[in-house]
């Protein structure tokens, strides 16, 4: 019988196979710049709560694919959509595009097409193209660099509790994130290694650390988390912010509220925790389908 395998552990096998490690492909080319391509998929019941709205859907959809053209310092330039429900209605629809749009508009990227098909559950298919001159990958860290974060963590655990309790504008504006392009572009030059947040910032610490074969000492008191968040919630995942690292001479500026810095890395100790958290084993958790 084969053995199952957890979603992790299958994404690792694809990433041994392909070489491939970082949040999007890169596509060298003749003329200046790399192409970077990401696919990712949202689907009702794992995804999507009940009280989510078509546009806040589509916005979703939209982002998360985005972010991982952001994670690797990339320009987006265009998104295809397919999608997948038992039927189709028209005011549905209207919304959902609006929200691919907007959020496409929010970062300079172009909302270009895609496909439908009837299917058992809700599922939402994106793809993201984008290009960066120097793609920013998830190896690349030393010892003494030091890592930061964007923004502010645990939105996503934060907006599913204010679904539940029926707060159902809150939730939705917490579940509509900004793909943090801007944010990765300014630090494009500095960066030496960079991921997005999506499956948790435990999850992605691991990552940048195994592509890189380094250790992180991160501190607790550091990590910035949205109003209402509860210190578990940075293990859920869906923060979708970018966790990056820079040589200790780096100027981060972190007086503009956006950047955070979190902790700093060290060389691999054999037997070793590879994050440690305030001093102790910091463990691999996060979301996972």
Not at 96 to 113: I, K, L, P, T
């Amino acid at each position: 019988m084969s053995e199952e395998v957890s979603e992790w552990r299958a994404l690792e096998f694809f990433a041994s196979r392909l070489d491939a490690v970082d949040d999007c492909a890169v596509i060298p080319r003749p003329t200046s710049g790399d192409l970077i391509l990401t696919t990712d998929m949202l689907h009702r019941e794992a995804d999507l709560p009940e009280g989510v709205t078509p546009y806040t859907t589509g916005w979703r959809v939209a982002a998360v694919n985005l972010s991982d053209v952001a994670a690797m310092a990339g320009e987006p330039l265009a998104l295809v959509v397919a999608a997948g429900q038992r039927e189709f209605h028209l005011e549905f629809l209207e919304e959902f595009v609006d929200g691919v749009e907007d959020c496409c508009d929010e970062v300079g990227a172009e909302y270009v097409g895609g496909d439908l098909d009837g299917h058992d559950e809700e599922t939402y298919v994106g793809t993201a193209l984008g290009v960066a001159d120097e793609p920013v990958r998830r190896r690349g860290a030393s010892p003494g660099d030091r890592v930061y974060v964007t923004g502010e963590l645990c939105r996503t655990a934060v907006a599913l509790r204010r679904f539940e309790e029926g707060e159902l504008e809150a939730a939705n504006e917490l579940f509509r994130f900004t793909p943090r392009v801007r944010e990765a572009a300014a630090v494009a030059d500095t960066a030496s290694a960079m991921t997005d947040v999506s499956d948790g910032v435990a999850v992605s610490l691991h990552q940048l650390a195994e592509a890189s074969d380094v250790g992180f000492d991160v501190h607790s008191e550091d990590l910035p988390l949205v109003e209402d968040a509860e210190f578990d919630d940075v293990y859920f995942g869906g923060d979708y912010e970018l966790v990056f690292t820079a040589p200790d001479d780096a100027e981060i500026d972190l007086d503009d509220g956006c950047y955070s810095e979190i902790g700093v890395l060290r060389e691999r100790e054999s037997g070793v925790a590879d994050v440690r958290l305030d001093g102790e084993e910091m463990p691999k958790e996060g979301y996972s389908h």
